[in-house]
């Protein structure tokens, strides 16, 4: 009886402690659960974008023909730094007589239109501090350079030749910032420094007096009395002189007759 008593008490611990280290064994290999993967930023189409955002045709036009649209794309979607771009309105091309674009070479039209654009995402708020960072680098690099100035919210944009002004924020949704400009940017690197001037209005000609005006009249007149008072002086003159000379020869005669008589 004893025995039995026993051996039910050692088969009980034994399935006890069995189960205790199988729980153990199922715990310790239970798989832990991966964290879930960041979301990746949504797929920017910029041809998309600068077709319905406004009239930015004429820069979408030149993009394309130069195929710079798969640069701007790779910038915009295959980088962590993402991409600015500055794009002028249809108008700004159109007002641009001189330079033209048209006279330059296919490389340099490609700087620039890479020099509208930074290799990095710039909200507007940092626009501030990059007025305080001297010249910024553009997609162009080398000396492509522009510089910034934040005017109590106003951003200029000074190229070196030509100077701009954003007009309005079109896209600005991380990793594409897309800022509309009022003039279309030109690099000094490409266009020197030679500004042309704002042209000085003509002085005025001096321009003398026709004969119609009081003045000439007034002059003609009193020339045309000079003369005649001139000649009128010197008659008296010759008519005195005349009659010396006849009185002179008149007695030189008289002296003649009584010398002979």
Known sequence: MEFS?????????????????YGQVAMSTSPTPSPSPAPTPAYKNLKDLLSVAGPYHKFLDYLESTKLIDTFQIQANNTVEGITIFVPKDNA???????????LTDDQLKSV????????????ADFNDLSERGPIST???????????????????????????????????????????????????????????????????GISPSADTPSAAKSEET??????????????RIMMNSGIWTLLVLAFLGGWLVLFF
């Not at 020339?223 to 008296?236: M, R």
């Open 5 to 21: 008593m026993i051996f039910m008490i050692s088969f009980s611990v034994l399935i006890l402690c069995s189960s205790l280290a």
């Open 93 to 103: 091309f159109k007002a641009l007589k001189k330079p033209s674009l048209s006279n």
């Open 113 to 124: 239109l890479l020099f509208h654009a930074l290799p990095r995402y710039y909200a507007l």
């Open 139 to 205: 997609l162009a690099g080398g000396q492509y350079t522009l510089q910034f100035n934040d005017d109590s919210g106003t951003v200029r944009l000074d190229s070196g030749w030509s100077k701009a002004k954003v007009t309005s924020a079109v896209h600005t949704s991380k990793p594409v910032a897309v800022y509309q400009v009022d003039k279309v940017l030109l690099p000094e690197a490409i266009f020197g420094t030679d500004i042309p001037p704002t042209p000085a209005p003509a002085p005025a000609l």
């Open 223 to 236: 020339g045309s009395s000079s003369k005649p008072s001139s000649s009128g002086s010197s008659s008296p």
